[in-house]
């Protein structure tokens, strides 16, 4: 089946630092979305993406679906304790199939 | 506007039980889907509802899990029988639609198989 390749895995990075992550795939997307998840619960929708090239902000976080349609980039500016947590991209493909990412870990270093 | 509602929160059962997990999506949501989440590992589609009718089922485990959505809003996935590696936090989650599909999840269930 179709699977996504997020990078890095694990990061570190001082509060107020920012942040960049990103979502690969070898299909061809036509959305990606964005979720942030905390230790217990679900995760959380941050950013959702539905033409190639856009750009989106919510806040801090800012996304941009890849002009290939095959990647997308998550962006966290001025990092604070609270952005802990794993990030995980989700992509659906024409055939309406959705997909998680293996999530981005995020620690961030008071 | 309420959010996506799932019971119970943890559940832990012998292997070779039976465990049902119940779901209810966001009022007006017509697709609704269930996930499985393996510890480190991203949630991994089992079934995907629009309305009460199946849309994806193609990573469902057949031969023991079953998931039904009688009047297209409740929902109750089943297990039976459980083995050991079906421990796992079970998400749900509800999409206005297919085209416009930001996903909403609940809190999960987290199984325990011993």
């Known amino acids: 089946g179709q699977q996504l390749n997020q990078s890095p895995q694990s990061m570190f990075i001082q509060e107020g630092e920012d942040v960049s992550m990103n979502c690969t795939s070898s299909s061809i997307f036509n959305t990606w979305l964005w979720y942030k998840q905390d230790p217990g619960e679900g995760p959380v929708l941050l950013i959702a993406?539905?033409?190639?090239?856009e750009l989106t902000s919510n806040g801090r976080l800012t996304a941009q679906f890849g002009i290939t349609r095959k990647d997308s980039f998550l962006n966290i500016s001025a990092s604070i304790p609270s952005d802990v947590g794993i990030y995980f991209c989700?992509?659906?493909?024409?055939?309406?199939?959705?997909?998680f990412g293996p999530g981005t870990r995020l620690s961030v270093l008071p | 506007e309420a959010g996506v509602a799932q019971s119970p929160r943890y559940k832990i059962i012998e292997k070779r039980q039976s465990v049902a997990f119940w779901c209810n999506p966001i009022?007006?949501?017509?697709?609704l889907y269930w996930y499985q989440q393996i510890l480190g590992q991203g949630p991994k589609l089992l079934i995907q509802f629009q309305n009460n009718g199946v849309v994806d089922d193609s990573q469902l485990p057949k031969d023991r899990f079953s998931a039904e959505r009688l009047k297209g809003v409740d929902s109750t996935l089943k297990i039976q029988p459980a083995k050991l590696e079906d421990s796992a936090v079970y998400l749900c989650?509800?999409?206005?639609?297919?085209?416009?599909?930001?996903?909403?999840f609940g809190p999960g269930t987290r199984l325990t198989v011993l």
């Open positions: 009022s007006g949501h017509a697709t």
């Open positions: 989650a509800s999409s206005r639609g297919q085209v416009y599909n930001e996903q909403f």
């Open positions: 993406l539905y033409k190639a090239g």
């Open positions: 989700a992509g659906q493909d024409y055939g309406q199939n959705f997909v």
